[in-house]
């Protein structure tokens, strides 16, 4: 269940609410989650990753010659 961060308006308060969406989204959301928790090694993310990531799209737009 969502955790309201504004206790005094919870998620049944807002307008056009409709809790069947709601709880499909949630479990959407919860099932991606835990698809990319579940999708391999973990990659560290630090100034090399975004050297190396800008690096590699540089290179494919000059290979396409965008």
Known sequence: MITPTNPSRDREGAVGFDPTRADQAEDELEAVALEGLNSGEAVEIGQGFW???????????????S
């Not at 050297?51 to 010659?65: F, I, P």
């Open 51 to 65: 050297e190396e990531k800008h690096r590699r799209l540089d290179a494919r737009l000059n290979e396409t010659g």
